[in-house]
């Protein structure tokens, strides 16, 4: 009932319209109620008795005059139950997304991709067809369900009485089925996010797939999964399926019961045929909402399921939240002070221990160090992508965690290693973080990101479609797009993890001169392997195993000998051995 109430709360604001379908239902249950009082008059007044050929012809015409009138009646009823329907799936889907765009960083990484979109589409999609189908359907078909057995009883309660006989069995077995379907949608739905994270994952990562030649496999763990989904279905299908003979044998039943009964009573002179070809025609009006109150049954059961994942998701709260009394952030000098800070993704397996590091307004620092030293993790705080298990982190003075998150991270520029671009136009790419931003800034951001010369010769310059993840472009052009961007945003911080480290030496050339350009006047941090592009940093610190083991400058550490240098002569050692064996070729 729970799931009900709520699922009905996105239904409350367009009660005005769905109380004029509920009239317009009315109308038609009412057209639907009547034609079996004109058979009967047809065949015991006006057959039978006067043979009247004016009546007759009002009759035909009344009878055209009420399909007309069922038909409009049928359109009002259709369309606002269809709006209602569809507004209402719209605004579950709206705010679905919107609490996915706020939740953690941690909920999106621990949770697929492909599942997230099984939410927002394939189960949205089931509540959309039990609300603007299922539901319509049911009110509709129960109002016809109760009129007709009223008339039925009105007619001949004996007879009603041994016809359904057979309705507590059917009721019966509608039940159990019932709750058999919404246990199998369950399992349905599941399996489909699990396809839905499959497709994605493949799809996503074709360029890995074929180059690991794992093509055959992909398409072994994606038919795997496909039959899971479709076995599942057919378990709810063959409920289903089961139900309908069941239902329909119970019908004829009482069909049987009466041309039995009713036809004695006709003979002995207990009921006009009229009356009987009445009670029968209600009887046949019972048919519809008894086989179609089932199918529309197992719709909102499984519209029940699926809204039960969507509220499992949209009770799922956030782990970053804002203070009650978080300020906005006025205009940062870039001063940033990590204070004893400590951070684990899980709560027993540190990654970052201890950390004291103070960066002044316009310094650059490098974070360099081995793999899984807790670089990317360290940087990762700062726009409370994470919060800290111990410790504080400070920005000109104020605890981040006090401060509004939008007036932190308007403040922060991050080009990561992989720039991840959006599927529209080249313009819009660069003005991703400042949607109002004029034609001559965005220009002026893409000539300082050695970017403006590449994007005229486009196609459509910078009105060109930038592609899926900016595949249109080469890795260097994504790159500067993304120092385009974060140059238009004039971060006060700026974060730079890996920026160039994927690049040839052309192409880093170039996005090397453009980074230069970003970190004028900002406080900048630095992750990078390769040592020799962060030699000119006013601070490299050395992380290993999630603690700071040295500070310095690069003659610092240099002359110190310890793991900087070790790190720095091995880079060294490799880029000789790389020259050599190209000079070699």
Not at 119 to 147: E, F, H, K, P, W
Not at 495 to 516: G, K, M
Request: some cysteine; charged content about 20%; aromatic content about 8%.
């Amino acid at each position: 009932m729970k799931t009900i109430r709520r699922l009905f709360g996105f239904v409350k604001p367009y009660f005005p319209r769905f109380f004029i379908a509920f009239i317009a239902m009315i109308g038609l249950v009412a057209i639907d109620l009547s034609f079996p009082k004109i058979i009967r008059f047809l065949l015991d007044d006006l057959f039978s008795g006067k043979q009247d050929l004016s009546i007759l012809n009002l009759l035909a015409g009344a009878v055209i005059v009420l399909a007309i009138l069922k038909g409009l009646i049928s359109f009002a009823k259709n369309y606002l139950m269809a709006f209602v329907g569809q507004r209402t799936v719209a605004d579950i889907r709206n705010r679905l997304y919107q609490h996915l765009q706020r939740m953690s960083i941690s909920y999106h990484e621990s949770h697929h991709t492909g599942e997230m979109m099984a939410r927002v589409t394939n189960d949205v999609g089931m509540v959309q067809i039990g609300v603007s189908t299922a539901l319509a359907d049911t009110i509709y078909q129960s109002m016809v369900l109760v009129g007709s057995i009223v008339f039925i009883f009105l007619v001949h309660w004996k007879l009603a009485i041994l016809t359904f006989i057979t309705f507590p069995l059917i009721a019966w077995a509608v039940t159990k089925a019932g709750k058999r379907v919404r246990a199998a949608s369950h399992r349905v739905q599941e399996k489909i996010a699990d396809l839905s994270t499959v497709l994605q994952e493949t799809i996503s990562g074709i360029r890995i797939v074929k180059a690991f030649t794992m093509e055959n496999y992909e398409i072994k763990r994606f038919h795997n999964e496909n039959e899971g989904s479709f076995n599942a279905t057919m378990k709810s299908a063959k409920v289903v399926a089961g139900l309908t003979p069941i239902v329909e044998l119970l019908l004829f039943s009482a069909l049987a019961i009466i041309i039995w009964y009713g036809g004695s009573e006709v003979i002995n002179g207990h009921l006009t045929p009229g009356k009987l070809m009445e009670f029968i025609t209600y009887v046949g009006l019972l048919t519809a909402p008894i086989t179609i109150i089932p199918y529309n049954f197992n719709n909102f059961m499984q519209a029940l399921a699926a809204s039960e994942r969507i509220f499992s998701v949209l009770d799922t709260e956030e782990e970053i939240k804002e203070a009650p009394d978080a300020v906005a952030l006025s205009q940062l000098t870039g001063k940033v002070e990590f204070r004893n800070v400590s951070f684990g993704y899980q709560q027993d397996l540190p990654v970052l221990r201890g950390i004291d590091l103070q960066a002044n307004p316009g310094e650059v620092v490098a974070l360099v160090g081995p793999s899984g030293g807790g670089k990317t993790s360290l940087v990762n705080l700062l726009p409370r992508f994470y919060d800290p298990s111990a410790g504080c982190i400070l920005v000109d003075g104020q605890d981040i965690r006090k401060a509004k998150l939008r007036s932190l991270r308007s403040q922060i520029g991050l080009v990561p290693q992989e720039s991840i671009l959006f599927s529209t136009t080249i313009k819009e790419n660069i003005a991703y973080g400042r949607p109002d931003a004029s034609e001559d800034d965005i220009i002026a951001a893409a000539k300082a990101a050695n970017a403006h010369e590449f994007i005229l010769g486009l196609p459509k310059g910078y009105d060109t479609l930038a592609g899926e993840r900016g595949a249109a472009l080469s890795g260097g052009q994504r790159q500067r797009i993304a120092i385009a961007r974060a140059l238009l945003r004039n971060p006060r911080i700026l974060i730079l993890d890996e920026a160039t480290s994927a690049l040839d030496t052309e192409s880093e050339r170039s996005v090397q001169e453009a980074l230069e350009r970003l970190m004028r006047e900002r406080t900048t941090f630095i992750i990078a392997h390769r040592l020799s592009t962060v030699q000119f940093a006013d601070k490299i610190v050395v992380l290993e195993d999630g603690s700071i083991v040295e500070t310095g400058t690069h003659e610092q550490l240099l002359a110190r000998n310890g793991l900087y240098k070790r790190l720095y002569d091995s880079g060294n050692e490799f880029n000789n051995q790389v020259s050599a064996s190209e000079t070699a070729e």
